[in-house]
């Protein structure tokens, strides 16, 4: 009898290190398939810029995203010199954060997958970014030593907007790429998509009886439904009686002449559309995601309760419209020195 549970057990602890094994191998896989084209592209560009420090100190680097065994190797002091040399080479304080978590959570894959042990795991884990203070001192230690605080094209701070700005900015002419572009800024401004989001709208999305948008979110993979503004139903309605196509992309794209071709706009040339639109007006720089900083101001600055906020504006947590919310605030509002 105790042979036969002692064979049982056998079997089971058999059966349970095939199953660690499996799941161990498959790791890597598994994680990915939970995340938005967006999300992957950005682990990609992290990771090879991961390997790309690795190669400068001259560790050959093998396929980081894809197979666990490249991280064979890997320690928290490693992880911590990539976090320094980022620094050194000019990456935003942001950039470097992101790019850390990235390296983090491919590090803990490992460790999943047998290649990173639990105690060096532990040790990286330790590794931390900055937050807003300690990168506002870090940013002021990089400058003293004549190092540029950023690198890339990406802004430090958004291009602020004015109401009469935003304004101009959803009024066009009377054409088809006029049309065009005052249902995209109306978008942007008064919806706050993010440019992906309005890349990715198709003619169906909108519905001109009911007045409403209804669009899905890569970055939070969540379908939601817009109420559409005064200014973004007229510039629908405007643009879906006279230039849309039937089916297929929303936005067309345009040549030089302005003529819309047949191809949807790619959030390439949304971001150059919107920069050439914002120096019409004499804004320079101006980008998708400021129109969406816009939006979650005014929305801030008029009384949206954060929860409102928060689902309005496809974001996971309050952190964000927090920010927000903040900015808006009135230092000393409700502040009572009585009478003179």
């Known amino acids: 009898m105790d ?19 499996a799941a161990a191998e498959t790791a890597f896989i598994d994680y990915q398939a939970r995340k938005s084209d967006q999300t992957i592209r950005r682990h990609k560009a992290d990771l090879a810029l991961f390997a790309e420090y690795l190669e400068s100190k001259g560790i050959p680097a093998g396929d980081l995203f894809s197979d666990p065994q490249a991280w064979q190797g890997i320690t928290w002091g490693l992880v911590k010199g990539f976090v320094l040399w980022m620094l050194q080479n000019s990456y935003a304080v942001s950039s470097v954060n992101m790019r850390l978590s990235t390296v983090k959570v491919y590090a803990k894959l490992a460790a999943q997958a047998g290649v990173i042990e639990t105690q060096e795991l532990a040790m990286i884990r330790t590794v931390t970014g900055y937050r807003q203070k300690e990168a506002k001192n870090m940013n002021e230690k990089r400058e003293a030593a004549g190092i540029e605080t950023r690198t890339g094209h990406k802004k430090a701070d958004p291009v602020t907007i004015t109401k009469e700005q935003a304004r101009a900015l959803k009024k066009h002419p009377d054409t088809p790429q006029g049309r065009r572009d005052a249902l995209l800024m109306a978008l942007l401004l008064d919806h706050g998509l993010r440019c992906g989001e309005v890349a990715g709208l198709q003619v169906t999305d909108i519905n001109l009886e009911s007045g409403e948008l209804i669009f899905y979110r890569p970055k939070v993979d969540k379908v939601q439904t817009h109420r559409l503004t005064r200014w973004s139903l007229a510039a629908a309605k405007a643009y879906l ?43 320079e720089g101006l980008s998708a995601h400021d129109c969406r900083h816009y939006w979650a101001t005014q929305a801030a600055r008029n009384g949206t309760p954060i929860d409102r906020l928060q689902d309005a504006g496809g974001w996971t947590s309050p952190a964000m419209p927090l920010r927000y919310v903040e900015a808006a605030k009135i230092a000393n509002e409700g502040v009572n020195l009585g009478s003179d």
């Open 241 to 283: 009686e006279n230039d849309a196509a039937a089916i297929g992309p929303l936005l067309r794209g345009s040549n030089k002449s302005g003529k819309l071709t047949k191809a949807g706009m790619s959030e390439q040339a949304i971001t150059k559309r919107v920069k050439i639109l914002g120096e019409d007006i004499g804004l």
């Open 3 to 21: 042979q036969n549970n002692n064979k049982q057990l056998a079997n089971i602890s058999a059966i349970g290190q095939a199953a660690n094994q």
